[in-house]
């Protein structure tokens, strides 16, 4: 499963090249920002309950989950660089069709359609970057290329303020948005890494071959989402307002931009296991600490500034960690494996959250996180552990 690492260097093609990958994510995550709220805004004028809003959102962890083990298949007969382009057009054609698709069961469908061509870019685009970057400096890569999505979810709200939820507008931009992430795919299409090699394994065995990446993707997407859909509850149960409860949320977004990059340098000089273990001790600390003291509001924000931007380089070093461990199809299908337990995540996290916060109101949101990192780090521990007997 794995190869020769990749040379310690930046070179002018290697600079092109993970350019154009990063580049194309962060149009993508523009896109996709701009979409969420956009289809939710729509449903509701089509007079859709919550219940069935949701149950469609729902359908991009449903699409990821069914089609991501395809993925590296699909890249090695049709080609990375066509596989890319040609989702991209999808995401742009089938968000269009939101437009003049009536019935709100036919959404559902298109949904999954729309969802799928996220999932293919999402999968390949970190494939990409994973392929191209040097080893010594991969975790500075991802590090860079996570604050460019970061950035990239943060705009696309921002459209649809300035051209509002009605009318075309929105929906056109949205696709223009998709397919622009086209353009650095044309551009650097000889500088993309192919896939024509066949994976060493089953998809199943990549969603355990590097357990401490893997679940780190299901934990962070568990806590991420959980945290997005209920913090702002937990901001007003505690006696904040609104916008201070929404607050909560801008901070942990902001802490997400603010520690990539730091982080990523870290985890190109210190054993990648090791740093997703501090992230996962610091975040079962922090929502202890959120849960059992009674903090001034000040200092909780501080916490949630610092704790949503190191829980977040779980994502970040958990790439990294794969990087190092896989190659060619076997990259590719550990990346498709990372990106379903994400998805994964963002399924379970929220209704996990809710039913902690029902069961303790409101700490019993803090509490549940904490349980999910706790459970992380005895994993990841009794992982190094084993492997250090097995030397």
Known sequence: M?????????????????????????????????SIPLLSFALDAKGASRTLIGLNT????????VCAPFISGWARR????????????????????????????????????????????????????????PEHRRGLVLGVYASALSIGFAAGPYVLIVLG????????????????AMLPVLLARAMIPVIEDQPSSGFVTFLWAAPAATLAALVFGSAETGAFALLPLYGTAIGLDVAGAATL????????????????????????????????IVGAAGMLIATFVTLPI?????????????????????????????????LAQANAAFVVMYSAGLMIGPPL??????????HGLMATFAGLFLIYVAVVVARMAGARRGA
């Open 2 to 34: 794995t190869a020769a690492p990749a040379p310690d260097l930046f070179t002018r093609q290697t600079l092109v090249s993970l350019g154009a990958a990063i580049a194309c994510i962060a149009s993508v995550g523009i896109g996709l920002s701009l």
């Open 58 to 65: 729902a359908m991009a962890g449903v699409a990821t989950i």
């Open 78 to 133: 049709f080609g990375v660089h066509t596989l890319l382009v040609g989702a991209t057009i999808l995401a742009g054609v089938s968000l269009l069709a939101f437009l003049v698709v009536e019935p709100i069961w036919a959404w559902f469908p298109l949904r999954f359609v729309f969802s799928l061509a996220l999932t293919v870019l999402f999968v390949l685009s970190e494939y990409w970057i994973n392929a191209a970057a």
């Open 165 to 180: 939820a009605a009318g075309p507008a929105p929906y056109f931009a949205g696709a223009a948005l998709l397919v622009l």
């Open 249 to 280: 949320v801008s901070l942990m977004a902001l802490g997400n931009l603010a520690f990539q990059i730091p982080i990523g340098l870290i985890a190109d000089r210190i054993d990648r296991r090791k740093v997703l273990l501090a992230c996962g």
């Open 298 to 330: 000040g200092w909780l924000r501080v916490l949630l500034f610092v704790w949503g931007g190191i829980v977040a380089a779980l994502y970040t070093v958990g790439l990294a960690h794969l990087g190092s461990r896989f190659r060619g199809a076997d």
């Open 353 to 362: 959250a809710g039913f902690g916060m029902d069961l303790w109101p409101p």
